[in-house]
């Protein structure tokens, strides 16, 4: 009769264990296979704590209707078919390809140029052969199964956060379109998430990259879509979480994380395992780690931050100041990770990649 009552109780409880999840948004510039953006879904997905809503796709480090289907196929490979894909922005607000490839010109190589990063005779410094926004070439991995939802990204966005006010955090791991179309369709939208949290901005990154060495104010996802984090960064959040450039670059995927994690037999190691060949920052991974366990984190600068947009060669730098010398335009505050518990930060994501599926 115990037993029998304890398992009465077990089934009344599960639902509430289940309502206590936190919900999440993940909005990515989703490349593959096996990149940062793919493995910061899978952070996501593979942690027992989080309910994802959808994976909302932007273009930025390729083209969203290739990335679209690299989403499409590491939810299938991994078993989470549940969780809707979700079609956003092709191109930046304002940013065109023809403008950047012509402030080289005047400003100097961009080291990195993102699904622009096709070679021209004009720029013999490209970045290897891609194809256009509308092509998809053959997938690595192989061609997904399932199809995307079919409404946009930015009107998800708001029908989510409408449905669970207070509820939702948003994950962003790429450019900021999607999210700044959706605080456009709806002025309320960021107000009534529990906050966003982002891989974005630069600081003072302390490293001999070049790429940030000679650059430290520079960094993609805000650079690729200017526009766009201006208006995310001045929006009303209940918080602000910003993973930079200056950790960013102290958390690299080794060979020693990637040989432990292929010691898995979990769909997401066995993913990793055969499509994660490169070993590089882990952007992205860091920043939805950082979400799930804060103790990651070591470091933070409270500042108030946007981004520049004059067309000059600042254009999409981040812009920081403290309290004393912030403007009177509406800048807002975040908390701009800077350091972390690499180790704990390692254990983390090898021990969510090896979990059996969520």
Known sequence: ?????????????????????????????????????????????????????????????????????????????????????????????????PETLAAERMYGRVAWLGAWRNPSANFPHGQGKVHGPWEVPVLREGAPHTKALDEDAAHFLVRQVRAHPGQITIYEGGPLTNIALAISLDAHFAGQTKGIVMMGGSLNPQTE????????????????DPEAAHIVLRAPW?????????????????????DAIAKSSSPAARYIAKYAVDRY??????????????????KVRDLYMDVDLGHNANYGNTLTWNEKDKPGTGVRLVHAQTDLDLTRFQK????????PRN
């Open 238 to 258: 209940p918080r602000v979480d910003v993973t930079t450039v200056d950790i960013s670059i102290k958390a690299m995927f080794s060979k020693d994380m990637f």
């Open 348 to 355: 983390m994501f090898i021990d969510l990649m090896s979990r």
């Open 209 to 224: 990259d070049p790429e940030f060495a000679t650059s430290p104010r520079h960094e993609f996802n805000f650079w690729f």
């Open 1 to 97: 009769m115990r037993i029998l009552r304890a398992a009465f109780v077990l089934a009344a409880f599960l639902p509430a264990i289940h309502a206590q999840k936190r919900m999440v948004i993940i909005d990515q510039d989703a490349d593959g296979p096996g990149e940062s953006n793919q493995m910061a879904i899978l952070s996501l997905l593979q942690s027992p704590q989080t309910q994802v809503l959808g994976v909302t796709v932007v273009t930025g480090n390729a083209w969203r209707d290739e990335e679209v289907q690299h989403t499409l196929r590491t939810l299938e490979l991994v078993g989470r078919t549940d969780v809707p894909v979700v079609p956003g922005a092709v191109f930046p607000l304002v940013r065109t390809e």
């Open 281 to 298: 920052y882990m952007w992205d991974e860091l920043a939805a780690c950082a979400w799930l366990d804060p103790a990651i984190i070591t």
